[in-house]
């Protein structure tokens, strides 16, 4: 991509301007999903003494669930951005843009589809047009 120039109403307007609110979704989720980690983390010895009584081993079992999909979102993404990584963007084609996009949307999929399967937290940041409609 020409860096030199930025004409928003362009292909490559339009891919960087994705991009560039992609990446802040991307920042605003995984500072979320550390937060939640680190707050599971602490609450892990609570967790294992509600495994002492038998009215409170359900809290254990979801804070294990959470734990577990949270960290597991993390493997995702750690895969994903490896495979993003270590493909070469020199070449300025539209293929490799439209590629490093997929790669991005996989990002900021992978915390709803591990949700679906595992269940857990959502730290899904989304900001829909629906709620700036004016009634």
């Known amino acids: 991509m020409d860096t030199s120039n930025i004409n928003v109403f362009t292909l490559d307007g339009i891919i960087k301007g994705t991009i560039t609110v992609s990446l802040l979704n991307l920042v605003f989720s995984y500072s979320l999903r550390y937060v939640m980690i680190k707050i599971?983390?602490?609450?892990?010895?609570?967790?294992?003494l509600?495994?002492?009584?038998?009215?409170?081993?359900?809290?254990?079992?979801?804070?294990?669930?959470?734990?577990f999909s949270l960290l597991f979102v993390q493997i995702i993404v750690s895969i994903v951005l490896l495979l993003l990584f270590s493909m070469d963007?020199?070449?300025?084609?539209?293929?490799?843009?439209?590629?490093?996009?997929?790669?991005?949307?996989?990002?900021?999929?992978?915390?709803?589809?591990v949700r679906e399967l595992f269940g857990g937290i959502s730290t899904t940041v989304q900001s829909g047009v629906s709620k700036l409609k004016i009634k």
């Open 50 to 67: 509600s495994l002492t009584m038998e009215n409170t081993a359900h809290f254990f079992k979801s804070w294990f669930r959470n734990l």
């Open 89 to 113: 963007y020199s070449k300025a084609n539209l293929l490799n843009k439209f590629i490093y996009i997929g790669g991005i949307y996989a990002l900021i999929r992978s915390n709803s589809i």
């Open 40 to 48: 599971l983390i602490l609450l892990s010895p609570f967790a294992f």
